[in-house]
């Protein structure tokens, strides 16, 4: 999901749907708080630069301070704003759109963003099928293609074959520039492009920061781009920093130390830390900020790939692993063994919230809390494993299938999130308690999504996904059956199931319904079935809690977006 960006008001007018950015300022003689760095965390390095290929949070937190999209969504109340895009017009049967762009912006390398880059990005990149794009799963609506086309150098016709309600916050889909990136599309090395190891300076984007360094195992620091379009109420051409410093600390317990010691500007405050961390808020000079239960979701899945690997001939998963996996009774079974209240209140110091739908709690309208639940309770999971034909036939301790296979099974989730692990822990202390055999590994976090995404090569993970914002279609490479990122059994030519394939259907017709009860109704529908069929095993959500330097101006926190949705008009304060 790109970083939230903050803009500031738009005016709308129903005669013609137009919307309006605020001119750009006067620059004004007076003090600006330029210099200074940002110094964060994070607990991977990235797997690329390239945002059309990424697909994980290490390289995308990354390439969002680099890139931009036509629109941003307002970190605050969640609107659709101007971003590269001035203003838009839509035809009266929603299938027209036309979006005039600024044009004051320059790549960071001096070159003026343009109608082509648009076109570029979304006809050469976006809708190449040589290209794995997760963001191809967004933009086809009904199976069918957006027409992209430039009317002028700074007008860009959209042409839609179906109405498709979030139109507009698709639109943050990052631009990418056309004369550094059409030579290897056209020779076909597009995919490899902008890897870790590109030089710094090739790395163009139109963002408030460009990158200036990576230290594999180290650092990931970004500069100032000089070029970047936006200005202050002042008149002060933005960011104020100079430098955003992402330090790679795969230890969350090593990451609260350097942020105690002032090496870090912020720490993403675990339940645990909090009793350490709220006494020291004067002495450190720091400020605890709590908004709420976080984005996204965390979740237990199983391997339900049916499919062959064509390398090797033989099924992605055994058979009898395969028939455990794909048994219902089986994952509520397992559902009904995590003891969400006791991770909350052992690991979490009772900062959580347990997590039942596929839709979080807040993000916003969409949010089903009338799903079925799975209360913790052994008892129940015992009886639904021998109704599926699991038990202990041999008094090992172990249960067998009706085959008399073990239950056994390798249960990995990803090195550095202290948390995660322990919830991990305490799952697999529960499931062993059923009878089950659980071999518990740790897999370094990219080497983990290759897992998921490409190798297939696992039983069961505990994971995590950010979240799709605001509006559920932009999950839909999550829930559609074809998607890339359909974990459990990803690009499937055909559903597996009746009920993803009524999940297919859901997100067909809800992207296309204008009314938004109409959209409630069917995204309720979506989050029934999942919690009916449990594709995806969900445990608990931390609170929202952090804790940021006090030397920040214009800090403006922000559940969706964080402390630095706004990081361009972010300064470091003088003594």
Not at 261 to 270: C, M, S
Request: hydrophobic share 40%; glycine share 6%; aromatic share 12%.
């Amino acid at each position: 999901m790109p970083l939230p960006r903050f803009f500031s008001a738009i005016l709308f007018s129903l005669a013609g749907a137009l919307f309006f950015a605020p001119p750009a300022y006067a620059a004004a003689k007076r003090f600006a708080p330029y210099g200074g760095q940002l110094v964060l965390a994070t607990t991977s390095d990235p797997k690329t630069f390239n945002d059309i290929v990424a697909r994980e949070t290490s390289s995308t937190q990354i390439t969002g301070l680099i890139f931009e999209g036509l629109t941003t969504v307002n970190a605050v109340d969640l609107r659709v704003e101007p971003l590269l895009a001035r203003r838009w017009e839509v035809s009266a049967d929603g299938l027209i759109w036309t979006f005039y762009l600024r044009r004051d912006v320059r790549w960071n390398d001096g070159i003026p963003f343009t109608a082509a880059d648009v076109v570029f990005t979304f006809n050469e990149l976006i809708y190449n099928p040589d290209i794995p794009s997760s963001a191809a799963d967004f933009f086809l609506i009904g199976g069918k293609p957006i027409r992209v086309e430039a009317v002028d150098r700074y007008t860009v016709r959209f042409t839609l074959p179906n109405r498709f309600a979030p139109f507009l916050r698709s639109m943050s889909q990052p631009i990418l520039p056309a004369h550094c990136l059409r030579s290897a599309v056209a020779q076909k090395k597009f995919n490899f492009t902008w890897g870790i190891d590109t030089p710094p300076e090739q790395i163009v984007g139109t963002g408030p920061f460009a990158l200036a360094a990576y230290r594999p195992g180290e650092r990931v620091v970004l500069k100032r781009n000089p070029f970047y379009w936006k200005v202050s109420l002042q008149g002060d051409r933005l960011p104020y920093l100079e430098r955003v410093i992402y330090v790679i600390v795969q230890n969350p317990d090593t990451e609260m130390l350097k942020f105690i010691d002032g090496e870090l500007d912020e720490y993403g405050i675990r339940g645990a830390d909090y009793p350490l961390l709220k006494p020291r808020e004067k002495e450190k000079k720091f400020t605890i900020y709590e908004n709420g239960p976080a984005s996204g979701s965390n979740f237990l899945l199983f391997n339900q790939n049916t499919g062959i690997n064509p390398r090797t001939g033989k099924p992605f998963v055994a058979p009898y692993k395969s028939a455990w996996f794909t048994n219902l009774n089986f994952r509520k079974a397992v559902a009904h063994a995590i003891d969400k209240k006791r991770i909350i209140e052992i690991l979490m110091n009772g900062l959580g919230y347990a997590q039942d739908s596929a839709i979080n709690v807040n993000e916003g309208v969409f949010y089903n809390p009338d799903v079925v639940k799975y209360p913790y309770d052994l008892r129940q999971a015992a009886a639904l494993l021998k109704q599926a034909g699991f038990w202990d036939r041999n008094g090992d301790g172990v249960i067998e299938d009706s085959q008399g296979h073990p239950v056994e099974f390798n249960l990995a989730t990803n090195a550095g999130a202290a948390e995660r692990l322990q919830i991990a822990a305490i799952i697999r202390s529960d499931l062993e308690r059923l009878g089950m055999r659980v071999n518990f590994k740790i897999v370094e976090f990219n080497a983990l999504v290759n897992q998921l995404t490409a190798s297939y090569d696992w039983d069961a993970v505990i994971m995590g996904l950010s979240g799709g914002g605001a509006d559920p279609h932009f999950s839909v490479n999550v829930w559609s059956s074809s998607g890339g990122l359909h974990m459990w059994y990803p690009r499937q030519k055909s559903p597996a199931t009746a009920w993803e394939a009524r999940i297919d259907a859901i997100f067909q017709d809800a992207v296309q319904a204008l009314d938004e009860s109409q959209r409630k109704k069917l995204y309720d529908e979506f989050q029934a079935i999942v919690a009916d069929q449990v594709p995806l095993i969900y445990t608990v959500l931390e609170a929202k809690i952090y804790a940021v330097r006090d030397k920040f101006g214009n800090l403006k926190p922000a559940n969706y977006g964080g402390a630095f949705h706004n990081i361009e008009e972010i300064y470091i304060r003088k003594p």
